[in-house]
């Protein structure tokens, strides 16, 4: 991006058990201040109630800018608007399958395809086990394509006190693939384990 260009993110939710994950991308972005394009899949919004003591209005009042998901003229749908890339945070795997497709029926898949074919960072942070063969040959399918494959694993060597550091250590490192560092994540040889220059 151009240095007269906003950072910008698209964060896609979509409606795999996780929601929170997303919730804190759009936080992170706010904090590191990086414009957001969310873009809520429709079984989101029933995850969100679910999940979380907010509305819909609340989760879509944490981003700087809301698209609807049936809005596939939106900016976010062409690759001449300029972004950091895509996360899907959580990605279901109907999500994940429709885009490994390329056969795209929302305004969220399409701007996934979009981010591939435009060579830029697709992060993907599945939420789904056990996984079954066609699961991971999509998987395999997708990285060959040239999405990151991320499932928000807990990093047990951050030695994490609570759920929210849990899902804010992943969230961050997912966050590292577009280069950027959000203060909350916990570094192995900064911040825990060995020191820098010791053996």
Known sequence: MSQSEPSRLIVGISGASGVAYGLRALDACRDLGVETHLILSRAAALTIVQETELSVAEVQARASIVHKTSDVGAA???GSFPT????VAPC???TMSEIASGVTSSLLTRAADVTLKERRPLVLMVRETPLHL????????LAEMGAVIAPPLPAFYAKPHSLEEMVDQSVGRALDLFGLSWASVKRWGQDVGPLKGEA
């Open 76 to 78: 976010v749908a062409s």
């Open 84 to 87: 950091l890339g895509m996360i």
């Open 92 to 94: 279901s795997v109907r």
């Open 134 to 141: 066609g699961h991971l040959r999509t998987m395999v399918r």
